[in-house]
Each structure stands twice: as C-alpha cells, then as structure tokens.
C-alpha cells in the first residue's frame, strides 16, 4: 500500500500515532475544510486534526472566547459528535492543542480560549469555503 500511496502522490501527517493521507492539492497547513454534522458520522480517527481545529476557529470566531470544557463539547456537536466518549475527547483536545501549537488560539488571562490574528483569518477562509460550498 506504501508504494501505491506515494505513485499517488498523496501527502501524509501523522495524528495520535495514525497516519492521515491527504490528496496532492490539499495542504494540511492551509486546509480550510470542515464537514459540520450530517446523518453520516465518520469514526474519529478519521477526522483529522485540521479539520477539527477549523471548526474550532469558527466556534471562537462566533463566540468570541470559551472555556475549554465548552469548547471541547461544541467543537464535539459541531462536527457531529453528541456523546463524549473517551476518543472523541481525546482527539478535541489533540485539535486544540495543535491550533494552540500553530498559534491560532490562546488562553486569555481569566482561562477561556480567544483567536489570534491567524486564527480569525482561518475561521474566516472557513465560513467562505463553507458558503461556497452551500450555495453549489
């Protein structure tokens, strides 16, 4: 399988030890992609971190600031998750550690999650992929 994902071309990142393959146009650091909550849940595992990290951005950038236990609850419901198992939180909380690593989120002095200036200009190229892709 190796060989026929690199004749693909396919990009990879590496993500709570699994990896997540990425199709050759899409950059993991520039994705702006989030499939909010349909009929189909995919398993966790299969959400990359990104992905989830983007409807991170959005909450906050609807929001203004949020705890972390709020946040981590709706990115959960946000991306289709309503039962908080222990795989799904784990995997929020990889998102937001990785969007605190990538310098798009931080913690305000009274504890609650707030955007950067990288954060708001990603949640905004979000809501634009998300209305683009509504109005198809």
């Given at each position: 399988?190796?060989?026929?994902?690199?004749?693909m071309?396919?990009?990879?990142?590496i993500?709570d030890?699994a990896t997540?393959?990425?199709?050759?146009?899409?950059?993991p650091?520039t994705?702006a992609g989030?499939?909010?909550?349909?009929?189909e849940?995919r398993d966790?595992r299969?959400?990359?971190?990104?992905e989830?990290?983007?409807?991170?951005?959005?909450?906050?950038?609807?929001?203004?600031?949020?705890?972390?236990?709020d946040?981590?609850?709706?990115?959960?419901?946000r991306?289709?998750y309503?039962?908080m198992g222990?795989?799904?939180?784990?995997?929020?909380q990889s998102?937001?550690?990785?969007?605190e690593?990538?310098k798009?989120?931080?913690?305000?002095?009274?504890?609650t999650?707030?955007?950067?200036?990288?954060?708001?200009?990603?949640?905004e190229a979000?809501l634009?992929?998300?209305?683009?892709t509504a109005?198809v």
């Open positions: 399988m190796n060989d026929i994902y690199r004749r071309r396919l990009k990879k990142t993500q030890g997540v393959f990425w199709n050759p146009e899409q950059d650091k994705y989030c499939r909010y909550s349909s009929s849940i966790i299969d959400v990359p971190v990104q989830i990290a983007n409807a991170i951005y959005v909450i906050l950038y609807e929001q203004i600031s949020m705890g972390p236990d946040l981590v609850r709706e990115a959960g419901k991306i289709g309503t039962r222990s795989n799904v939180a784990a995997s929020l998102a937001i550690h990785y969007a690593r990538e798009r989120i931080v913690r305000s002095s009274n504890g999650y707030v955007l950067t200036n990288e954060g708001t200009a990603r949640a979000v634009q992929l998300w209305d683009q109005n």
